[in-house]
């Protein structure tokens, strides 16, 4: 793969389109702005630089390029981010030696081959038409859902998936066992679904990462009733939300998600009209899944077969969603042992369930009540016992303060009692993960004087650099080395190109760059006039510093050369300082006046 190649995918690629369609981005003068998707925040703190093809955020210091961002937000590897730009672009690329990227692509590939070979068995091979036939006939699902969803069979000789892809498709038996479907025993290869209903499991992108199998009713065999792909370089099912990849965009258009936790759940509720759905691999939302999740709603509400107000990690997966902004609700299925039997007995009463969710907290509580009875002492402290970390886990201490009083209340104590009982979890607990952030350094008023000189001035125009004595003010030498960058910069370019000049910095001198490129001047950059004139503003403030520095550095002189009795020296040193301050006055004279910035 050649640099060319990657140059030109990028050239061809705008990254506020790309970012855009996956958070909401709104405009800040030649920027946008957005909440940052690395890290809970209230107030934005993310930008993205159409000129510069960047991102940065100035929370967390996340930064980088589109690449970048697609490796961080959709867990992409670089040649995959490559390949899905390329493609978007419509180049092709050039074949190349991805080292450990090329291993992803070839247990995709496998995947993928697994996937087309069960799907053909289930729909068109005598061998899955039993296995069709329950599933249409005892499962209700119908032929267009099987299709959509791509379910398949696997059949029940082994072997035959070892001659499919070993035999035909000439895949290695270890890079089988590794994509987590076969099984290597000395020289045979057994396939780890044999007999089973199979749902391929996808990533939220489309890519076939592992397969689940679902025994069938007239299997005798002494075996659990799913087996499940084991963690691959391709699967882990913490990070899986199995219908995801079909769902996402209904998901996103009605801000709300359903979470149930089979994929059976899923498939009829999906095919009864409720698409904006996913279901969970495992007995608990894991952190990671709802990271997920929340890039395409804002509200979840809960359908699960499992205990998740015994599930401390699931409470855990559920804090953090509620501050990442999202509102959890939790449905009780009524009448009906899960989403599965609801969807296919009584679909309105099923979306009426779902609309009569309650809150999480509130399900919680009701949910540790009603296994217990709180009439008792040793009652009370069961409940306590249950309870108490429940409330601990709501940092929003006013939504806290509330349900502790809701719990007082039920219980018939003081709610000082409650809230010294969670104060304690609070002391004796552990240590719970904070949002990550950015201790801004604190800068004095030359620092940020410099930086919005360059900011101006590479937004206008940076041959400011090159005329007069600009570059002399500016004394920093980060700031001074961004400016020889730029000398080196425009003697071997005919013209300025800032995304170009961006990426030829040096990594360490990147970082500072996009923070002064990105500084927020929406006034300014609406208005030519206006940068002119802030520009002139800034500079002579810059001055004004300068010859200030140099008047100390002259009374500390004058003041030496008094008690040393040297005239001469002194003469020369009052002189000078009597030129400073003349043209200091001038200065400070002007039209205009100073600009005012913020001193920290």
Known sequence: MSDNQVDEVKSKTDIVSIIGE????????????????????KTPSFMVSPELQIFKCF?????????AFLEKYEGMEFP????????????KLQRGDFGASSEKEKLIEINTQVLRFYNYLLLSHPLGKKALEYLERTRGLKIETIKEFQLGYSPENSYLLSNFLVGK???STKDIEKAGVGIARGANLYDRFNGRVIFPLFDHRGNPVGFAGRVLPWDKRE????????????YHKSSVLYGLNLTRSLIKKKKVAIVVEGELDLISSYQSGIKNIVAIKGSALTEDQVRLLSRFAQKFILALDSDVAGDAAARRAIGIAENLGVEVKVAKISGFKDPDE????????????????????????????????????AGKAKISKEIIP????????????????IVAQRLGVPLEAVTDQISKVGIQGEVLETSPSVVEEKRDRQSLLEERFLSLSFRSDPRTFLIGKAAEIITLPGNKKLVDEYEKYVSSHKTFDISKFGSSLPAELFDNFTRIVLIDNKDADQNPNQLKKELDLVEKELKILQV???????????RNSEEKGEKEKLLKAQNKFNKLAKSLSGYEEGDGGGIILREE
């Open 223 to 234: 075996t659990g009733k799913y087996i499940n792909c084991p963690e691959t370089p391709l």
């Open 548 to 558: 200030k520095g140099k008047l100390k550095i002259l009374a500390t002189e004058i």
């Open 342 to 377: 609801a969807a296919r007995g009584n679909i309105e009463s099923y979306k009426n369930d779902l609309i009569k969710a309650e809150g999480i907290w509130d399900f919680f509580i009701d949910s540790v009540f009603a296994r217990i009875d709180s009439g008792s002492g």
């Open 80 to 91: 995959e981010a490559l390949k899905y730009l390329a493609d978007r672009a419509g180049i």
């Open 390 to 405: 429940i409330l601990s886990e709501i940092e929003d201490k006013i939504v806290q303060t509330h349900y502790a009083n």
């Open 59 to 67: 929370g967390c210091a996340e930064a980088g390029d589109v690449f």
């Open 169 to 171: 498709k000439k895949f």
């Open 22 to 41: 996956r958070i909401e981005l709104k405009k800040a003068g030649r920027n946008y702005k957005a909440l940052c998707p690395f890290h809970g925040e």
